[in-house]
């Protein structure tokens, strides 16, 4: 189910009660509203529902996604700030509470992965994934600890059809499949 099937579905529970959802912007930019037809960042983080034909806009809850090693998973946040519509409204709240589980369950149910002919600097692979998570598609960081918590990473490596191939965060390179990479050593961004 998508955000827009979402606030759809939301809005066919009663004629009565318009559905709005606002998504938040992490990258500072605050609230912004949605509507079906609009364009926005789907990767954001916070989904608000709110009821917006009533005379002041009711939140009804909130779906957020709460990081888990390398998975991100969909959560439900029943804080709102008119429990008095809630509780007159009951009947409708739970209707919409079941159709964000099912949003839930839909959209939490799929397992991150890389597919083949990804590409891009291994800086962005990087901060798209945690080290654990790409280990398991053929990157290996080589390190040691002294008198310091955190590693001091001598070299990163991937494994390529020829063996394996030091790299920098600058190399551009491509998942061809089974945990191997290609790299462009013409196309190395500086």
């Given at each position: 189910?998508?955000?827009?099937?979402?606030?759809?579905?939301?809005?066919?529970?009663?004629?009565?009660?318009?559905?709005?959802?606002?998504?938040?912007?992490?990258?500072?930019?605050?609230y912004y509203a949605l509507t079906i037809n609009s364009n926005f960042n789907r990767y954001s983080d916070r989904l608000?529902?709110?009821?917006?034909?009533?005379?002041?806009?009711?939140?009804?809850?909130?779906?957020?996604?709460?990081?888990?090693?390398?998975t991100k998973s969909w959560e439900l946040d029943t804080r709102s700030n008119d429990h008095t519509w809630i509780v007159?409204?009951?009947?409708?709240?739970?209707?919409?509470?079941?159709?964000?589980?099912?949003?839930?369950?839909?959209?939490?149910?799929?397992?991150?992965?890389?597919?083949?002919?990804?590409?891009?600097?291994?800086?962005d692979f990087k901060n798209a994934y945690t080290v654990e998570f790409l280990g398991k598609y053929g990157y290996k960081?080589?390190?040691?600890?002294?008198?310091?918590?955190?590693?001091?990473?001598?070299?990163?490596?991937?494994?390529?059809?020829?063996?394996?191939?030091?790299?920098?965060?600058?190399?551009?390179?491509?998942?061809?499949?089974?945990?191997?990479?290609?790299?462009?050593?013409?196309?190395?961004?500086?």
């Amino acid at each position: 189910m998508t955000i827009d099937e979402l606030e759809t579905k939301l809005n066919e529970i009663d004629d009565e009660v318009q559905i709005h959802i606002k998504k938040y912007n992490p990258n500072g930019g605050g609230y912004y509203a949605l509507t079906i037809n609009s364009n926005f960042n789907r990767y954001s983080d916070r989904l608000t529902i709110e009821i917006t034909n009533t005379k002041k806009k009711v939140l009804l809850f909130s779906l957020f996604k709460k990081r888990y090693g390398t998975t991100k998973s969909w959560e439900l946040d029943t804080r709102s700030n008119d429990h008095t519509w809630i509780v007159k409204y009951m009947d409708f709240y739970l209707k919409a509470l079941k159709i964000a589980q099912q949003f839930m369950e839909e959209n939490n149910g799929k397992k991150p992965s890389i597919d083949i002919g990804v590409r891009g600097t291994l800086k962005d692979f990087k901060n798209a994934y945690t080290v654990e998570f790409l280990g398991k598609y053929g990157y290996k960081e080589y390190s040691y600890r002294l008198f310091n918590p955190k590693p001091i990473i001598l070299a990163k490596t991937i494994k390529t059809k020829y063996g394996e191939l030091v790299i920098h965060n600058n190399s551009v390179i491509t998942y061809v499949g089974d945990g191997i990479w290609s790299v462009s050593r013409d196309e190395i961004q500086h």
